[in-house]
């Protein structure tokens, strides 16, 4: 994201230069705005890092929610397969394994957050919504394997 903000004010003022002719008076009007371009791009500069702690900051807020709301689900399965039957409470034990790997990959991709750099940001993100992803299918599973009927 820096990387691009920077590209743009670099060629903001690159441009300028070439339509202001290259030889500028102090006193024209196209020092002024170039003067102008230049303090622009600066401000653009200066906000991209808060820019891109917001989004982080937000980004990982939602996914702890995500993950608060996940362990919620896992505890009321947990209930619901202490009164299923044999049939369910067994199919159950095998997709909660998977859910709970799937839980703590989860887990781990989330603090993986706080350490990413500008550069491995796209790809942290990446990882941790394709890991929540994965426990969202493992507690359809898990949800699948406790509607089994004993009868």
């Known amino acids: 994201m820096k990387k691009q903000v920077v590209f743009f004010c670099s060629g903001v003022l690159v ?3 070439i339509l202001a002719g290259c030889s500028v008076d102090e006193d024209s009007e196209a020092y002024e705005e170039l003067q102008e371009l230049r303090d ?14 917001e ?6 807020e939602e996914m702890e929610a995500k993950k608060a709301e996940f362990d919620e689900e896992i505890e009321a399965l947990e209930a619901r397969a202490e009164e299923a039957g044999d049939e369910a409470a067994e199919r159950y034990q095998e997709a909660k394994e998977q859910l709970i790997e799937a839980r ?15 550069d ?3 790809e942290v ?6 890991a929540g ?3 969202g299918e493992a507690l359809a599973d898990a949800k699948e394997a406790l509607d089994v009927d004993d009868d």
């Open 55 to 60: 989004v982080r900051d937000s980004f990982v």
């Open 120 to 122: 491995t940001w796209d």
């Open 40 to 53: 622009d791009a600066r401000e653009r500069l200066e906000a991209a890092p808060d820019f891109g702690e």
């Open 104 to 118: 703590d990959r989860f887990s781990d991709r989330l603090g993986m957050t706080r350490e990413a750099t500008p």
């Open 15 to 17: 441009g300028g230069l």
């Open 125 to 130: 993100k990446a990882e941790v919504s394709e």
């Open 133 to 135: 992803d994965e426990v």
